[in-house]
């Protein structure tokens, strides 16, 4: 049995240990010896099995080729980051000037950067603030804007929103130590009720977008220009990260459009609409965004140099995906799923064009289908293709593999098509291949 110190002195395992670390390295060799020990393989070809099983990569998570046809997947990591938002992010990965002017040596306010271009890709802020997601941005106002005279925040029970996982909006605003004052009902609630519920107590009106669901038929809502005649400051959890109005989303709020409206402050997601990383934007007045700034929680709340140069990267540089991927024409998706199912058909599968309906994704803009074309492909290539590499997820429908080129960025329409032809020797390697093959 070969020794573990000649064994990891093999080139091959000695780069993997600068790579990966000795743990895994070592640990794939343990099996390898084991594998041999056993019987199943030779001593000789140890060296040979623990190179073959050693991980691509340190850590756990697997890059996806997402052709589920949703642009924003929670499963996924939502908002895939731009190139310019991936350089800025390896660059601040070691020791960079989050903190400090390099100018005069002197410390300086942290995220200068990307903050400034927050301010300016919304100039109807008067202040802004970034924290780690947009929970942390609502437990932060409700936390800072509430006090021993004022802890109270009139909401309507229509906003009383629980998204994915089991998390109620209700719950976590509750858990700060704030009073809710709920007005109105499920579908319909009226400036009346939130002026009935306004008193000394309330420290905020709150607006949530329902960005995960829709309610349809007899509804009232109230506007935010309305609620902010009532006295109290307005905030508003438009969710999904639009900055500006979109035209393709009429019905979603953006941040720009509320304070226009009247709101004091807005939060919003840094990973969904507005293709960054996960964060939480603060959008309001001056005093305001600076109370919760200032507060203790926030230390706790913020975020690291990684997120403040992605965030930064993706307010001020080329479009980012889900941007691109939503103002993407159909007819560009068509001539792009050709183009893959030609290369398919090619090689001998069964690969075909679909029209195909996506979506946003991550609570936003729900009800609204994009207009896509699909590949086509049989269902046995679901697993080899979700298990291969590159992996690659998409959707069934009425018994067949559709991979949705909308939510697939261009640049991996190459890899996508040997991902399929990797899967198709895989499955039929294991008896699957009939159904793939014409």
């Given at each position: 049995m070969p020794r573990t110190d000649l064994l990891l002195a093999d080139p091959r395992l000695a780069d993997a240990e600068r790579r990966l670390g000795r743990v895994l390295v070592k640990a794939a060799v343990a099996r390898a010896q084991q594998r041999a020990r056993d019987g199943r393989i030779a001593p000789d070809e140890v060296a040979d099995a623990a190179v073959a099983e050693l991980p691509a990569r340190a850590a756990a998570l697997t890059p996806v080729i997402n052709a589920t046809g949703v642009l924003v997947h929670t499963n996924l990591g939502r908002a895939p980051l731009s190139a310019a938002a991936v350089d800025a992010l390896v660059a601040a990965a070691g020791y960079c000037d989050v903190e400090f002017d390099l100018a005069s040596g002197a410390r300086a306010r942290r995220g200068a950067g990307a903050l400034g271009a927050l301010a300016r890709a919304v100039p109807a802020a008067g202040a802004v603030a970034v924290v780690n997601n947009n929970a942390a941005a609502l437990v932060l106002a409700a936390t800072a804007l509430s006090g021993p005279d004022a802890d109270e925040i009139v909401i309507s029970r229509g906003e009383l929103i629980e998204i994915g996982d089991r998390f109620r909006l209700p719950d976590l605003l509750v858990s700060t130590g704030a009073r809710l004052r709920e007005v109105g009902t499920t579908n319909r609630t009226a400036l009346e009720d939130y002026a009935a519920a306004t008193s000394p107590r309330t420290a905020f009106i709150l607006k949530v977008h329902p960005s995960n669901f829709r309610i349809e038929g007899f509804t009232a809502a109230v506007t935010v220009a309305d609620l902010a005649g009532l006295g109290p400051p307005v905030v508003f959890d438009v969710g999904s990260g639009l900055l500006a109005p979109?035209?393709?989303?009429?019905?979603?709020?953006?941040?720009?459009?509320?304070?226009?409206?009247?709101?004091?402050?807005?939060?919003?997601?840094?990973?969904?609409?507005?293709?960054?990383?996960?964060?939480?934007?603060?959008l309001g007045r001056d005093d305001l965004v600076r109370r919760l700034t200032r507060h203790p929680l926030a230390r706790a709340l913020r975020v690291d140099k990684l997120t403040l140069a992605a965030l930064e990267a993706t307010l001020a540089g080329p479009v980012p995906p889900v941007a691109a991927a939503l103002a993407a024409g159909p007819a560009s998706v068509l001539e792009r799923a050709e183009r893959v199912v030609a290369g398919l058909v090619a090689a001998g599968l069964d690969a075909t064009v679909t029209a195909a309906k996506a979506a946003v994704g991550g609570g936003g803009a729900p009800g609204v289908e994009l207009d896509s074309f699909a590949v086509s492909l049989p269902e046995s290539l679901t697993v080899p293709l979700?298990?291969?590499?590159?992996?690659?997820?998409?959707?069934?429908?009425?018994?067949?593999?559709?991979?949705?080129?909308?939510?697939?960025?261009?640049?991996?329409?190459?890899?996508?098509?040997?991902a399929v032809l990797a899967a198709a020797v895989a499955a039929r390697d294991h008896g699957l291949g009939g159904p793939a093959c014409r």
């Open positions: 979109h035209p393709l989303l009429p019905d979603e709020p953006s941040a720009a459009g509320a304070l226009r409206d009247g709101a004091a402050l807005v939060t919003a997601s840094g990973d969904k609409l507005l293709g960054g990383p996960q964060a939480g934007l603060l979700r298990t291969g590499e590159p992996a690659a997820v998409g959707r069934i429908e009425s018994g067949r593999l559709l991979l949705d080129l909308r939510s697939v960025p261009p640049e991996d329409d190459e890899a996508l098509l040997t």
